[in-house]
């Protein structure tokens, strides 16, 4: 029954990293193309441009990729922070057959969405020792005794 809470918690918190980010690139692209004229908070027409491409192409990414393989990897235990990490990094190793660019740039969003939909999202509560834990307190010999 948590699931669907986490999910839109991770999907919540990937999101303001995917702006974050997006934001982030698009200042380093204006101050690449110093020369263009740029808007009330610094950013040029280029940048304007990669900004709202990489959220459209990364809220695509969170939705359809991000999400649903952190709350797979999640709810059998596994979303430890290699793990997480690695499912993350994945898009972009297939990136790197077709252009190395393309590779850092996904690398590049996808390691700090990732890491913030783990630490913010958490792990699911690991119900395997609930049995063995089960005898605490009453008086009674566990499977562990």
Not at 46 to 53: L, N, R, V, Y
Not at 80 to 104: E, G, M, T
């Amino acid at each position: 029954m948590e699931t669907v809470p986490r999910t839109l918690k991770a999907i919540s918190f990937g999101f303001i990293t995917l702006w974050a980010c997006s934001l982030a690139l698009a200042y380093a692209v204006s101050y690449i193309d110093q020369y263009q004229v740029k808007n009330i908070i610094g950013i040029t027409a280029a940048g304007s441009t990669i900004f709202i491409g990489s959220i459209i192409c990364g809220s695509l990414g969170i939705i359809l990729y991000g999400a649903p393989v952190f709350i797979l990897v999640s709810k059998y235990g596994h979303a430890k922070w290699r793990f997480v990490l690695l499912s993350s990094l994945f898009p972009s190793f297939l990136a790197l057959f077709f252009d190395w660019k393309i590779s850092v740039l996904l690398a590049f969003f996808a390691l700090p969405i990732a890491s913030t939909m783990r630490l913010f999202a958490g792990v699911s509560a690991n119900n395997a020792l609930k049995a063995l834990t089960s005898f605490a307190g009453t008086g009674e010999a566990g499977p562990l005794a």
